[in-house]
Nanobody
């Protein structure tokens, strides 16, 4: 089992910045990738950014150049730094971890989410 706890959400004005943190605990040794998703009211959950255990990052087009994701493997945390926030970034942000199970399907764990609200 892997437990994920997000923090760092809040209310910010457009153009501002926030840094989210996802802390993983439990059986973290087989985590292959950690990702951040978001879900705005009435919309589907979408991938925002991700980072693999090897450090490869990927971003949604809508956040490229504004969001930077980093990982502290010693602390088992993943921290997306978000700048130049826009009202359309308003959503609940969820941390996700992909765990490799040798000989079986990958397992995905989710955090409870943290609200980010960007006012215009």
């Amino acid at each position: 089992q892997v437990q994920l706890v997000e923090s760092g959400g809040g209310l910010v004005q457009a153009g501002g910045s926030l840094k989210l943190t996802c802390a993983a605990s439990g059986r973290t040794g087989n985590i292959n990738a950690m990702n951040w998703y978001r879900q705005a009211p009435g919309k589907q959950r979408e991938l925002v950014a991700g980072i693999t255990s090897g450090g490869t990052t990927n971003y949604a087009d809508s956040v490229k150049g504004r969001f930077t994701i980093s990982r502290d493997t010693a602390k088992n945390t993943v921290d997306p730094q978000m700048i130049s926030l826009k009202p359309e970034d308003t959503a609940v942000y969820y941390c996700n971890a992909r765990v490799i199970t040798y000989g079986g399907p990958d397992i995905y764990y989710w955090g409870q989410g943290t609200q980010v609200t960007v006012s215009s």
